[in-house]
């Protein structure tokens, strides 16, 4: 088990320099195209040279290997033929082609021994390895030994051992001619030492026998009124400044550093450092590498720190130092050696901090000069060969591949320009191609796009160097292998190998291809980490999260076997790859994947902030979101609509159908639907699943976002199709929520209630109860129907039977003081299970009656409903126990009440008339005692209408010789008493009359006497 990477430091240096790689090779063609960098010729520059020679390049005098890369060992694509188009055909390769894995180079002469190759008369014999050579200039002057080059534009500058300058300029691509050959000095043969050219203020530094020349270019000529400077060893730039528009260099005096400003008009000492006795050196801007003496230093110029380091040549002998920048930011590369430049060497990479790092490099002999191309290094051999080796501690074998020629003074250069080289066979390029273009993982019939990517590369394809290998049989271009071709392996080793790549890209502009390989390692370096890293969730998606605008995310999720979105394009020449780890179970390699895609998902979100990230980001979200919801139904945790994008709703509907029972999430799918200003949706989910109440509540706090043709149209139906289904009788709250929906709406409610169909009478009850009566309509309709369901319950409970078991219950009761017939049922009913549902209408109906009891219309209405379904008068007694008198006379009043012997009613209807028929009832009572009682009860609470001797006679004529005397004892005593009261009452009148009339006589008398 590999165990997890630690090394942090060193992908975030990858990482904060990753940003400049702009191209993103996951859209369409047309649009990861970029303006080309376009140089156009320049104009013939003025020559002192007398001569003017044509040069044209000769490919038949460069021989090299047809193969870049040497075959014994198998690849990232173990093959790379063209019709391999989709993942399904790449996952058909044995298990063999599977184990992709690289053995690095054993040994320089095994690969010698079989790829050198040199035709008759051919100047350069090269191995098979990283580079291949191409003739830019087959003919100089071969009486000459050059000492340097460089390249300007269309431009190429010589430098040689006699003190020549030659000046040639490209006419056409591959034409070169010789425009000036001239001595620095006239009066001297001194070597041409160093040619640093300042393209910025279109200038060069010439370094001869430690005087310093400004030339100017492209004329490649001294800048008139310029002073020259003597004394100086080595010169080196240290930054360009966009500001001043002037480049800072470092001029190296035997007395002390100088910094030299140097514009396109001027050239000024700025500063001096007081630094002795340095010969050469290297600057990253004020930290510098420099020899003194036999010893290599750091001297930072900033603090004026000082770090010896260790010695050039371990016995003294007189060797050239060695110093070059391994990269930009802090690292350089220098050289130590033995007694001679035939004795081994090692190459070291120093940090600022003086710290050796890498491992160290064994040089097989002490070099002149040393250039560092990442990840190779090239040697410039004593012994007319170039040596390229590892710049990686991981190779076996760090020497890769050796230049001879059979000419003199072999030398190398890195310029400032930039060729391109087009002398490539089919065969290889074609690999090449085939290697980076693009194929669907997921299957698909686009061939047209297949072929359109390919082209793509095809039309982007260049190979770019700034690597001249040259001597005095011509100047050949060193062509590195292309960047894809170099990273094949699939060990761990090869991540940080990658990384190091990445953050050299990082640095340059790169060309549309170098874009494409770029996005290649990019790819290459996720997929290993993700291979090799026993926990991905923290530093591996991070970093996938970093590249997201680089490489399609998506692969990382075809590869963890989620569903994903849209079409997935990934670099043919790592299909076998991508199916190799979709094969393994990646979730294995995550502790909480839930977790770890919440952390993806808001970094992708704050890349899509800012821009990065490509057009496919709502595919991506959705793929998150998707998988985010089926783990946490698995889990069985709470999903709510924070928890996804927007992108992703549409998606989130479709996975909620697919689980159907097993997620009920109609809570989650209105909130979507919302979110969405769907929101007649929500109505058509919630009448799906017959919760009405809830579609009530639903249309209530939306009302305003239905479109107004719902609310116009469809509005009421859904209304009604609630209360129809809400139970036999809708709830009062439902009600009160649809009436306030009708007014929100603006909806008549006379017009609703209208719209409900008639044989839903209940609904409509229902509703006028809430709504309230209208008018006298309603009071009818709402009576019948409440009189239509208290018979419809009395038939179903046997009411009728329970009813005559009251009656029963009070008739047997002969208590002359009990309540009275309609209060006895009243209470009898309130306290009976069996009639509480005939209790419920009843009241209705009574309240009702009551409401409308100055309607006489209303109130003959009911007694004639009611009347229809009444048996002996029981049910007009309960609902119209005093207003009986209205439609029943008082005769048959009195027999109903003598029926069910409701005394205190029948003395209601008592009087002269019929009071000794209410007697006779009484009497008619088979017990005497209870005769006595009612009879004497009836006289003593009616003793008024014993007002005459008549009726006294005829009530004791009515009393039976049975009866106790004793009994009535008290009532005749008072009868009597009346009597004798009234008699004398009587005699008493007469004789007062009697008086009265006397004196009037006597009075009259008086009167008429005085007359």
């Not at 009597?976 to 009261?981: D, K, N, P, S, T």
């Amino acid at each position: 088990m590999v165990k997890k990477r630690t090394n942090v430091d060193k992908g975030e240096e990858v990482e904060d320099d990753r940003g400049k790689l702009e191209v993103d090779i996951e859209t369409s063609t047309h649009e990861r195209e970029g303006d080309e960098k376009k140089t156009g010729n320049d104009s013939l520059p003025e020559t002192k040279s007398e001569q003017l020679t044509m040069h044209n390049v000769s490919s038949n005098e460069i021989v090299q290997a047809d193969k870049p890369f040497p075959e014994e060992s198998r690849s990232v694509e173990d093959s790379l033929d063209t019709d391999k188009i989709t993942a399904q055909e790449a996952g058909q390769l044995s298990s063999a082609e599977d184990n992709v894995t690289k053995t690095d180079i054993k040994s320089l002469d095994e690969k010698t021994s079989t790829s050198d190759k040199q035709e008759e008369g051919s100047p350069l014999k090269i191995c098979e390895g990283p580079f291949r050579i191409s003739t830019l200039l087959d003919n100089v002057p071969s009486d000459l030994t050059y000492t340097c080059c460089e390249a300007y534009e269309n431009h190429i500058f010589l430098g040689t051992t006699t003190g020549d300058l030659l000046h040639y300029f490209e006419l056409e691509r591959g034409n070169y001619m010789l425009v000036s050959q001239t001595k620095l000095d006239a009066e001297s043969n001194s070597k041409i030492d160093k040619i640093l050219l300042l393209p910025k203020v279109e200038g060069a530094l010439i370094l001869c026998n430690n005087e310093l020349v400004l030339f100017i270019l492209p004329e490649f000529a001294p800048r008139p009124n310029t002073t020259r400077l003597k004394g100086i060893n080595d010169v080196v730039i240290c930054n360009f400044s966009r500001s001043s528009k002037a480049y800072r260099i470092y001029a190296f005096h035997t007395e002390g550093v100088r910094l030299l400003k140097i514009s396109a008009d001027s050239l000024v000492l700025a500063k001096t450092f007081n630094f002795k006795l340095i010969d050469k050196a290297c600057a990253h801007e004020e930290t510098l590498m420099v020899s003194k003496l036999n010893n290599y230093e750091l001297i930072n110029l900033k603090s004026s720190q000082v770090i010896p380091l260790f010695r050039i040549s371990e016995t003294d002998e007189d060797l050239e130092p060695i110093i070059t920048s391994f990269n930009e930011d802090n690292e350089f590369l220098v050289c130590s050696g033995g007694g001679s430049y035939e004795s081994g060497a090692i190459a070291l990479v120093v940090n600022h901090h003086g710290d050796i790092i890498k491992g160290t490099i064994v040089l097989k002999n002490y070099p002149r000069n040393v250039i560092v191309e990442f990840p190779y290094i090239i040697v410039e051999s004593a012994f007319q060969s170039i040596d390229i080796y590892s710049a990686l501690p991981t190779e076996e074998s760090q020497l890769l591949q050796s230049i001879t020629s059979s000419g003199s003074g072999l030398k190398i250069s890195k310029s400032d320009n930039i060729f391109t080289n087009t002398d490539n066979s089919k065969e290889y390029k074609e690999k090449l191609f085939n290697k980076l273009r693009l194929e669907p993982l997921t299957h698909s019939d686009n061939k047209f796009r297949i072929e359109r990517e390919r082209a793509f590369v095809e039309e982007s394809y260049e190979e770019k160097t700034s690597l001249i290998v040259y001597n005095n049989l011509g100047i050949h271009l060193l062509v590195p292998t292309p960047m894809i071709l170099r990273f094949t392996s699939c060990e761990e080793s090869e991540i940080d190998n990658i990384e190091d790549q990445l953050k050299k890209l990082a640095k340059k502009d790169l060309t549309k291809f170098e874009n494409i390989e770029a996005k290649y390692l990019m790819s290459l370096l996720l997929f290993l980490m993700t291979l090799h890293y026993d926990h991905i969730e923290d530093e591996v998606m991070k970093r996938w999260c970093d590249f997201s605008d680089k490489v399609n995310i998506r692969i990382l999720f075809y590869m963890f076997g989620w569903k994903v979105y849209s079409e997935i394009w990934c670099f043919h020449g790592l299909v076998n790859m991508v199916e190799r780890l979709k094969s393994l179970k990646l979730s294995n390699k995550c502790e909480d994947v839930i977790k770890m895609l919440l952390m993806m998902k808001s970094e992708l979100k704050r890349k899509n902030k800012t821009g990065l990230l490509a057009s496919d980001f709502d595919d991506i979200m959705k793929t998150i979101d998707i998988t985010l919801f089926n783990l946490r139904l698995e889990k069985k945790e709470a999903i709510t609509i924070d928890m996804f994008e927007r992108e992703s709703y549409d998606e989130i509907i479709k996975e909620i159908n697919i689980h159907g029972d097993e997620f009920p999430g109609i809570e989650l799918l209105i909130e979507i639907y919302k979110e969405k200003g769907e929101y007649l949706e929500p109505l058509n989910l919630l009448k799906e699943a017959e919760d009405y109440r809830s579609l009530v509540s639903f249309i209530e706090k939306n009302i305003k976002e239905f479109p107004e043709e719902y609310v116009k149209e469809r509005l009421a139906d859904d209304l009604i199709l609630t209360l129809k289904q809400d139970d036999e009788s809708p709830e009062e709250c439902v009600i009160k929520n649809i009436l306030k929906i009708l007014s929100m709406a603006g909806i008549n409610k006379n017009e609703f209630l209208d719209k409900i169909p008639a044989e839903e009478i209940s609904l409509k009850v229902s509703f006028i109860e809430e709504l309230g009566i209208q008018n006298s309509n309603d009071s009818k309709f709402l009576f019948n129907y409440y009189l239509a369901k208290l018979r419809e319950i009395i038939n179903q409970n046997n009411i009728w039977s329970i009813l005559e078991d009251f009656i029963k219950e009070y008739k047997d009761d002969l208590a002359y003081d009990k309540t009275d017939i309609t209060n006895f049922v009243h209470i009898k009913l309130k306290h009976n299970l069996k009639c509480e549902s005939f209790s419920k209408y009843y009241e209705k109906c009574e309240n009702l009656k009551s409401e409308n009891e100055k309607d006489d219309e209303f109130i003959n209405f009911t007694f004639e409903e009611i009347s229809k379904i009444d048996k002996e008068y029981i049910l007009s007694l309960l609902f119209f126990p005093n207003e009986l008198i209205n439609w029943i006379s008082s005769e048959e009043l009195l027999k109903i009440y003598l029926s069910f012997n409701d005394f205190k009613s029948v003395e209601k209807y008592t009087g002269k008339q019929n009071l000794v028929a209410v007697m006779k009832q009484y009497l008619d009572i088979s017990s005497l005692n209870y005769s006595v009682e009612l009879v004497t009860n009836l006289l003593q609470r009616n003793f008024e209408l014993l007002d005459d001797l008549d009726m006294q006679l005829k009530v004791l004529e009515t009393i039976p010789s049975i009866f106790p005397i004793q009994a009535i004892s008290q009532l005749l005593l008072k009868v009597l008493i009346q009597y004798q009261e009234r008699k004398e009452e009587s005699n008493l009148r007469k004789c007062l009359l009697k008086n009265q009339i006397s004196i009037s006589d006597e009075l009259s008398r008086n009167f008429e006497s005085q007359e």
